[in-house]
């Protein structure tokens, strides 16, 4: 039955998605890897705008596959079609994803298939154009599954097909089109997703959520490079007695501005604006035109328009130390007043969040050993934000996206301790990752500020919100994993691993410990932390 559900549901979106559908890699981390530990030595690269664009990974090389057999070595180091000349190409891949996984903590067994297939395509270096799709059924550990249960959504990839004995069914499809029209200014339309930052997590923008509709345009000159992106959003209501499951339009503007100081310095300015295309009165009228202005500032805007719109603000200072060590930052703001961070009144609007880390490639001088520490701390109430009107069919404006938070999936509340260590020889890589994480959860109707989904209306009072308010909840992740990188060309691992996740209050303790082996395809981060 899967086979055929596969095989069916791929001939109608793959029809679909050639007629829609960059030149854009995956932003999966195991993979990526080995191209940004190739690439940190490019002084004037732009770290902190992902998806990179393929035309940086041409010189990055990946150990050949020869085993004296011409189909093995196709198998190991080409494409599965590669067809073209100088002027047009196209290359068809397979999307395979066969990973199976035991808690023993909870004698729960569990698997993940997907399978599907990617086309990429160029005319002249000018015209690019990719499109994903695939199908899955996959049974997930115990604290995924109530997430899915309370919202109907599958964690990065949005609503599932059918749900029967616990195999969800589900698909998903991306795709891209970009415009070069010059070495320095491309244009792009699609559907998928974004980071901004250079750390494990970002504060500004993630992939945490499901894939979303985009309009977008990088200019890359001198030492600058400049984003502009509309994304079209999709979210819930969060007035009371409003349906959870059903999903209203909203969208989000964003600019992100990336400025190499000198060769070892860098400084980021991001900055988005969330609003819906409803007037006060909840008839659809259309978005704000003053918010397509690809250069406009949206703060000033939003004041003067006296806006109930959520807008946020972001600074960045990453700075290189010799060739291969990097410290990085991120300070969000969502709204502050120095005064009351001063008179400690502990003010509930002053709402912000950072983050600092370092990475380190090639630690001790031996090559292919990384390491990274990163702390993410975000105030209560961050990201969030209250129901702009009454009337039916609003989106929450709050900084998410498919019932998921757009930037860093604790959403606000939170201190965060993160460790990676990997080594990487040839295509063999080890990994091992600590998560160290202390939140304020709610537990009743009131608004402790971290669930971003909560309205800040609902919070206990104006003054006195303390940090890690509301249920002091800990969680311990680690991750510890061997896997062989099979096939570059689309990214297809085989791995094996042990994962453990803890997460303690006063009200429960809960473990799983995961043993997990297979093939994993490696398209997006479909993480368990």
């Known amino acids: ?30 993979v990526n890897y080995y191209y940004e530990s190739a690439l940190n030595f490019d002084s004037s690269f732009h770290y902190s705008i992902k998806p990179y664009k393929q035309d940086y990974y041409k010189n990055v090389i990946i150990q050949k596959v020869n085993t004296g057999i011409s189909i093995l070595n196709n198998i190991f180091n080409d494409n599965l079609i590669n067809s073209g000349n100088e002027k047009f190409n196209f290359c068809i891949n397979p999307i395979i994803n066969s990973v199976i996984y035991n808690d023993f903590s909870r004698k729960e067994f569990f698997e ?13 270096n000018t015209l690019f154009i990719s499109s994903e799709f695939f199908t899955a059924q996959s049974q997930f550990p115990s604290f995924y599954n109530n997430l899915i249960d309370d919202s109907e959504i599958v964690p990065y990839y949005g609503k599932y097909l059918r749900n029967h004995n616990f195999d969800l069914l589900y698909y998903s499809w991306t795709g891209d089109l970009t415009y070069q029209a010059n070495k320095n200014i491309s244009f792009s339309v699609g559907r998928g997703k974004n980071f901004l930052g250079n750390g494990y997590r970002s504060l500004f923008l993630s992939d945490n959520s499901n894939a979303y509709p985009y309009l977008k345009t990088e200019i890359d000159i001198w ?18 007695g409003a349906n959870p499951l059903i999903l209203y339009d909203k969208a989000a503007f964003t600019h992100y501005f990336s400025l190499n100081i000198t060769k070892r310095i860098n400084f980021d300015f991001f900055e988005t604006v969330i609003t819906n295309p409803f007037d006060i009165e909840g008839r ?5 035109a003053v918010y397509f202005n690809p250069v ?27 060739k291969s060590s990097f410290l990085y930052s991120q300070f969000i703001l969502d709204d502050l007043v120095i005064s009351s961070l001063k008179d400690g009144s502990g003010w509930w609007g002053n709402k912000f969040g950072i983050q600092a880390g370092v990475k380190i490639y090639n630690l001790l ?3 292919g050993l990384f390491i990274r520490g990163e702390m993410n701390f975000v105030r209560p109430y961050t990201y969030s934000h209250g129901e702009a009107y009454i009337s ?5 404006l709050n900084y998410g996206n498919f019932r998921r938070e757009s930037a860093h999936p604790f959403g606000a509340n939170f201190a965060e301790g993160i460790a990676v260590v990997r080594y990487v020889k040839g295509r063999f890589s080890g ?7 202390k939140k304020g959860e709610d537990t009743d109707t009131i608004s402790y500020g971290g669930d971003i989904y909560k309205s800040y209306n609902l919070r206990p009072s104006n003054y006195g919100i303390s940090f890690l308010q509301g249920t002091l909840t800990d969680y311990q992740i680690i991750d510890i994993g061997v896997s062989y990188l099979l096939n570059p060309k689309y990214n297809l691992m085989f791995q094996a691993g042990f994962y453990y996740r803890k997460r303690t209050n006063k009200f429960i303790t809960d473990k799983n410990q995961i043993i997990y082996i297979g093939f994993s395809g490696n398209i997006f981060n479909s993480l368990f932390d």
């Open 431 to 437: 990994k091992l990752r600590i998560n160290l994480i």
């Open 365 to 367: 001088k031996v090559q």
């Open 296 to 322: 406009i500032f949206y703060r000033p805007t939003e004041f003067y328009k006296g806006s109930s719109d959520n807008s946020i603000m972001g600074l960045g200072l990453n700075i290189r130390f010799g």
């Open 284 to 288: 659809r009228i259309s978005y704000d």
């Open 112 to 124: 993940d298939y997907k399978a599907g297939i990617r086309f990429q395509s160029s005319y002249k």
């Open 223 to 240: 030492k600058i490079k400049y984003l502009w992106m509309v994304a079209k959003l999709s979210d819930i209501r969060i007035s009371e």
């Open 392 to 396: 039916s069919g609003i989106a929450n």
């Open 1 to 30: 039955m899967f086979l055929k559900n596969v095989y069916s549901l791929f001939l109608f979106i793959f029809a679909l998605n050639l007629q829609i559908s960059a030149q854009n890699t995956f932003l999966n981390k195991d």
